[in-house]
């Protein structure tokens, strides 16, 4: 029960009253409370590294608490070794090979234009350059138990089950190679740094009501149970290191501070960082790193970690930092407070990854591309990494999300626009729009891994499910879906919610039905395409050519001068939304007409004056593919 609910209970003198308000605050409680068959495992990490800086490799060993909170036993675990992908015949490289649009970064191109060559660049990679993680020893509980590794995937079987309610541990030791940089991690990126170190522990698979999450890593993201991390990191002391969590020792190490004493054994600095409560752990390093940092209005610090190659990219990367700190204050307050003490952006990787509490990306870019791509993986901070959502399942609403926080910060902190757009993601409309007429759609509900080209996924995953978004704002209504975000935060915040959980928070603040708009929006590729038929004296026709039904807004424009906006809701709603507060509709009277139902092709308004112009949904934020006969007398 929250604070207010508290306050609500305990501040009642009349006993009558207080049961009264009771009852009403538990309803309450219980209209907006977690799944009744919601649970999640939990798991500690202590780790520590010992880092070869010239052979790019290391030692690693690990003490892993796990505890199962199930329901059921577990006879045995697996663990993620996602190096092991960076080698000749991997999966990740036999996609490559197959796919019809590859990766860039991932592939070299040679031959003519008419007759191109498209090579793996894992396919060529030497035995020293290969990456992988070989496991040595695995221990249950002290004991030494038997482990498989099968490509990325480590299967341990268990002597006796791990009982729910229970916490387990698992020691393990490894030997790892750092692989070349071609994605994500890796060794000597393209902008010269040393190690970009993603996905390089054995991570612990995600097992929850859907079972065990298992997919090979060919590319795509992840999911993983939420914990804490206790990790060191032994490394030459010359190195500069940028993290996830908060380091423990900033007086002991290089760059952190002008007057640190670096405290070295066997010319080695030991780096130590603490993190609650995420599910990924990432560092990169090079001796040429910098850092700097800031601290947001709410007391987060910010820190960058780059290269400072010259005097401009210094500028852009000081002036981001100022950036990032409004961005952090910007999210907190429209889409939940960002609840960890520091935030680390480090150059390295080959994009853009997010990380717990940290990003990679790549650092030459000029102020536009890196406060861009800043706010995009710092968005992940909320649609990612607060909520672990599901990249493999469910990639639309986690890029699609941070998409939609990625762009609204962008144009309210970078652009600074006096005139604010109606719709302020059109650029993700016009990129979901391509994807539906390029015949190339698949349904969104696809797996993160299993799209026939890339060029699908990413406008699915990035454009259409930002457009929902955006979208589901014109169907409840702009205010219903800013409470919508925040109350998904308070309810779900380190939790795995699924797309439905957002669902019935959305339906729940609105009072509004969508289950027909998530299952058309996500499991087809149907789209919407609205026109204005006939219009007279006495009526407008509205003509549904497409097999999505929706919700309309039409504005008229009479030959007086005065102003109307009809609303028709969907029947399947069982709703409407209220009215909104767009400077398009003040002073405008609002008259709501019967529901309109998607069996039915057309719908007649009637008028009672001369029409001069009419448009559907003037705010654009209907995702209508065909705009074109949208409007009358334009």
Known sequence: MDDNAKFYIFGIMNLKTSITLLLLTVTSVMGFAQR??????????????????????????MKLKYSNNSGQELNKVYFHLYFNAFQPGSMMDERLKNIVDPDARMVTRSGTKEKPVVTSRIAT???????????????????????????????????TAIKDASTVEFDLTWEAQ????????????????????????????????????????????????????????????????????????PTEVKGYFNNAKIKAKNNKATWHYKAENIHDFAWAADPKLVVDSAKTQTGTTIYTVY????????????????????????????????????????????????????TLITGGRNLKGLV??????????????????????????DEGFTSYIEELAYQEIFLKPKVRELNPIGMAYNGYYRLAKSGKEEPMSLLADYYNTNFAYSNE????????????????????????FLTFYDQWKFKHPTPNDFKRVAEQTADINLKWYFNLFINTTRTIDYAIGEVSDQQIEIK?????????DLLVEYQDGSRELFYIPLREMRGEKPAEQFDIYQGVKRTVLPDWFWTKPSYTIPVSKQVKKAWIDPTQRLADINYEDNAYGQ
């Open 36 to 61: 009744k068959t919601y649970w999640d495992q939990k798991v500690d990490y202590a780790m520590e590294i010992d880092v070869n800086e010239k052979t790019f490799q290391y030692d690693g060993k």
């Open 125 to 159: 990679l030497s035995p020293q350059q290969v990456g992988y993680q070989k496991i040595k020893t695995v221990k249950y509980n002290g004991v030494d138990v038997p482990f498989k590794e099968d490509g990325t995937i480590l299967e341990v079987n268990l002597p």
């Open 178 to 249: 750092v692989p070349e940089q071609i994605r994500r991690s890796g060794r000597n990126s393209k902008e010269g740094i040393a190690f970009s170190m993603t996905q390089w522990y054995p991570k612990m698979a995600q097992f929850d009501e859907f079972g065990w999450h298992l997919d090979e890593y060919i590319g795509r993201e992840f999911i993983a149970p939420f914990g804490n991390f206790d990790v060191k990191i032994h490394i030459n002391k010359d190195y500069v290191i940028g993290s996830s969590g908060k380091l423990q020792n």
């Open 307 to 358: 290269l400072p190659t010259d005097q401009e990219v210094i500028g852009n990367w000081k002036t981001a930092l100022g950036m990032a700190t409004e961005f952090f204050d910007f999210t907190g307050k429209h889409f939940g407070q960002y609840p960890w003490s520091t935030y680390t952006i480090v150059q390295g990787g080959d994009g853009g990854m997010e990380y717990g509490t940290a």
């Open 372 to 397: 861009g791509v800043i706010f995009h993986e710092a968005a992940h901070s909320w649609y990612q990494h607060l909520f672990g959502i599901n990249e493999t399942v469910d990639e639309w609403m």
């Open 461 to 484: 995953a990035y454009n259409k499910g930002a457009v929902l978004a955006e979208q589901l704002g014109y169907i409840i209504g702009k205010e219903n879906l800013q409470k919508t």
């Open 544 to 552: 549904n050519k497409s097999n999505l039904a929706m919700p309309i």
